[in-house]
């Protein structure tokens, strides 16, 4: 199989703890090509209509994918200062920590966005929405 030059990573834009998660891994360096799209978008489902929209999934250009616990450690192996971490959470009794971490923060996700705060892309939008733009001011006086 050739080697994975870049990943897709689906995410829920409605989370504030995914959104979160996703602007903190665009503000890490690379080392393939990452890709963010909005899990149950139109564009997921047009281009990954088999993926469940409510779990965390990475698609590799190879045509791998990886679901829940496995995609965030492919997360972090996508990522310079990361790598390593993400090798050593895949040795076995590291795996089952990380699946049982990944568990509890995932199934806790919401709770956890509304005690930090942290807001989505969706509860931007809503908000922008409401914003009235101001009119231009035209002409001379």
Known sequence: MPPVTSITILYDAACGLCTFAKDWIRGQVPLVGLRFVAAGSAEA???????????????ADTGE???GD???????????DYR??????TSPALLLMAREAFAAVSGNRLALSSLLRLRSERDFE?????VA?????TGSK
């Open 133 to 137: 733009a101001p009119r231009c001011q």
């Open 45 to 59: 489902q047009r281009a990954f209509p088999q993926l469940p929209p409510g779990e965390l999934s990475v698609v």
């Open 84 to 89: 390593d971490l993400a090798f050593r959470l």
């Open 65 to 67: 994918v990886w679901l």
């Open 70 to 80: 496995h995609g965030w450690i492919v997360c972090l192996w996508a990522l310079r």
């Open 126 to 130: 809503q908000q922008l929405r409401k």
